[in-house]
């Protein structure tokens, strides 16, 4: 069983390009959660998704972020317009319920320049 | 409101002897609390996680945690520390009393394996 799969695991983006971080769950889970590290720092909640639906993006900044997680495919996280604020580690995990724990992948570095 | 704070952002101990990880936290009920390790350019692995079972908490690799609440600690140790050991390690609470995912982070203690 495959554990939680992100790609690409680095991505360079000049400032005003887009960004898009793929997460694939692990076999059998349907919720998805992203969250972002900044250096020197723990990482921050930003989304979670259940198939097809947004249930809690409290923590995504107001604009140039979305999430989906499709009924087929992996879940997109996409920042429009980047900034070199935005270079951080994002960090997608897994669950198969509400209250399970969470598996993580190995995350997606975003280096923009 | 909840709050983890991660006493020393570097720990270095010589291979072979005793590791020891300081969190404390902060909570208005009683947490769920774990401990995460972040190999470099690795995913977070889950070492341990307490959920008001045992107050002390076995992990893999041979880590355990120890939750005291009169204290507010849930410091991690292991007994005898290996080359592999070296990583960052995070302590983490929820944020919420039913929530897997309002995760609190610490900032994080960089643990360096001396030969």
């Known amino acids: 069983n495959a554990g939680v799969m992100q790609n690409p695991r680095h991505l360079v983006r000049r400032r005003g390009q887009e960004a898009r971080l793929r997460c694939s769950p692990m076999?059998?889970?349907?919720?998805v959660y992203w969250y972002r590290q900044l250096p020197e720092e723990g990482l921050k909640f930003m989304v979670y998704?259940?198939?097809?639906?947004?249930?809690?993006e409290s923590g995504m900044p107001k604009e140039r972020f979305s999430a989906e997680f499709p009924k087929e495919g992996p879940s997109i996280l996409r920042i429009q317009q980047v900034v070199r604020g935005d270079s951080a580690a994002y960090f997608c995990?897994?669950?198969?319920?509400?209250?399970?724990?969470?598996?993580f992948g190995a995350g997606t570095r975003l280096s923009v320049l | 409101a909840q709050s983890v704070t991660q006493l020393d952002s570097h720990v270095s101990v010589s291979e072979g002897t005793p590791v020891l990880l300081r969190c404390n936290y902060s909570?208005?009920?009683?947490?769920?609390l774990f401990w995460y390790v972040q190999h470099p350019n690795k995913g977070l692995q889950l070492l341990l996680k307490?959920?008001?079972?045992a107050t002390l908490v076995k992990g893999i690799n041979g880590f355990e945690a120890e939750f005291k609440k009169s204290e507010t600690s849930f410091h991690l140790t292991k007994p005898s520390a290996h080359m592999s050991d070296a990583a960052e390690y995070f302590c983490?609470?929820?944020?919420?009393?039913?929530?897997?995912?309002?995760?609190?982070w610490g900032a994080g203690t960089k643990l360096i394996i001396k030969p």
């Open positions: 995990a897994s669950s198969p319920g509400d209250r399970a724990g969470l598996n």
């Open positions: 076999k059998g889970h349907s919720h």
């Open positions: 998704l259940q198939k097809e639906n947004i249930i809690d």
């Open positions: 909570s208005s009920y009683s947490p769920s």
């Open positions: 307490y959920t008001s079972a």
């Open positions: 983490v609470v929820t944020r919420t009393l039913d929530s897997n995912y309002q995760l609190i």
